[in-house]
């Protein structure tokens, strides 16, 4: 599963416009895109956006408040919507490979026009690589006030896997206690962790301590909590990957570059689509050393956003 293009219109905080993410041929759809533009272009807006379309279409969590997306003076919002389908999702529910959709924002209510086979691909949520999904780590990337504890299931993680709340995030020491007893997820736990913030490493559990599991710079152990940001940024991020069981979903990531260094960049998009294997990934950022890894046709250049 994954997006050709979008096309908003009256959309708050959006110009009028259609985009294409990635890709050589109209046709196709890229493995990676960068949507970048200068202050307040709309980079996470058109994120956010996306992930709205998707919540009226076939929701996982709360219904979506269709006003908060009309652009002032104007009545309605659409954004209009092209999926391409593997072999797998079109015997699903029968959608074409190439299939259309339209999310619908008014100010009372939201619709939406889409193949039923579509839809039956949307909605479906297993933390299994095989079921195709959508996620979305937005900026703010940080673990809520300790506890504030959740599950890793797919039953538990569904409601809170396109907010924006830091709660999202609570299920990280249940995910770092399972480690202990998943000696492969650690490895490649380990593996993610090293190439996206070099100064920290996964250690394993201390004992029976299986919190206490880190080490930054050469200390520790340490427990998350004891992390910088910028290390628990990429706890974060890959416990996340790997919890859900990325293969052919849709991965949206917000401004990675504010705990991410400028060198460091490729490495972090190296590691991310490791774990999300045939995934699109879909980024807002200003990193040169991102848009230099992702290349001049897998790039979205947003201008300033008219008042």
């Known amino acids: 599963m994954r997006i050709q293009s979008a096309t908003f219109l009256s959309i708050s905080g959006l ?87 339209e999310a619908l924002f008014a100010p009372k209510s939201c619709g939406r026009e889409a193949d039923e086979g579509l839809l039956a691909v949307l909605e479906r949520y297993e933390h299994e690589p095989a079921c195709g999904k959508v996620d979305y780590l937005p900026a703010a990337r940080t673990l809520p006030p300790l506890g504030v504890g959740q599950g890793t299931s797919a039953f538990e993680q569904r409601i809170w896997r396109l907010s924006r709340e830091a709660r999202k995030f609570a299920f990280v020491p249940r995910f770092l206690a399972e480690l202990a007893h998943r000696p492969d997820v650690g490895a490649r736990f380990g593996e993610a962790l090293g190439a996206m913030c070099p100064t920290l490493a996964y250690a394993g559990p201390t004992g029976s301590d299986s919190l206490s599991c880190f080490k930054s710079r050469g200390e520790g152990p340490l427990t998350v909590g004891e992390l910088s940001t910028s290390e628990q940024d990429a706890v974060v991020t890959a416990a996340t990957l790997l919890m859900v069981g990325h293969q052919r979903s849709i991965v949206f990531v917000d401004r990675p570059e504010a705990a991410v260094h400028e060198a460091g960049m490729a490495a972090w998009l190296g590691a991310v689509r490791s774990l999300i294997g045939d995934s699109q990934l879909i980024v807002a950022s200003n990193s040169p050393a991102l848009r230099a890894a992702v290349g001049p046709s897998n790039v979205v250049e947003l201008g300033a956003v008219r008042a």
């Open 15 to 101: 110009q009028d416009m259609t985009v294409r993410f990635g890709g050589g041929a109209p046709t196709e759809a890229g493995d990676v895109t960068l949507v970048t533009g200068p202050p307040a272009s709309g980079k996470t807006r058109l994120l956010e956006a996306l992930v709205a379309a998707k919540e009226v279409l076939a929701p996982y969590g709360q219904p979506v408040a269709g006003w908060k997306w009309i652009r002032p003076g104007d009545r309605n919002a659409k954004i209009e919507l092209t999926f391409s389908l593997d072999d797998t999702e079109r015997n699903l529910g029968g959608a074409e490979a190439v299939t259309h959709a």
